[in-house]
């Protein structure tokens, strides 16, 4: 098992910059890949940007520029820097990792007000 906390997120205007932070534990030397994923109301959960052990990145073309994700192998944490955020980058962010199976975190809500 693979347990991931969350921190960070919260309100901020448009054009701002929040930190997401995600602390795994557990099982962490099985994790090859971790990710941030998103979702709003009525909507299927999507990714935002994950990065493997070997530090490749893979960001959503709508955050492109925008969001830097990087990974503490030692500290087995993944962050995800947001600038320029835009109203439409309001949602659930979501930390997530795999190990085998994927593993998710509880949430945390990042506000955007126009």
């Known amino acids: 098992q693979v347990q991931l906390v969350e921190s960070g997120g919260g309100l901020v205007q448009a054009g701002g910059s929040l930190r997401l932070s995600c602390a795994a534990s557990?099982?962490?030397?099985?994790?090859?890949?971790m990710g941030w994923y998103r979702q709003t109301p009525g909507k299927q959960r999507e990714l935002v940007a994950l990065?493997?052990?070997?530090?490749?990145?893979t960001y959503a073309d709508s955050v492109k520029g925008r969001f830097t994700i990087s990974r503490d192998t030692a500290k087995n944490t993944v962050s995800l820097q947001m600038n320029s955020l835009k109203p439409e980058d309001t949602a659930v962010y979501f930390c997530?990792?795999?190990?085998?199976?994927?593993?998710w975190g509880q949430g945390t809500q990042v506000t955007v007000s126009a």
């Open positions: 990065i493997t052990n070997s530090g490749i990145t």
């Open positions: 997530n990792a795999v190990a085998f199976s994927p593993y």
């Open positions: 557990g099982i962490v030397f099985r994790i090859n890949v």
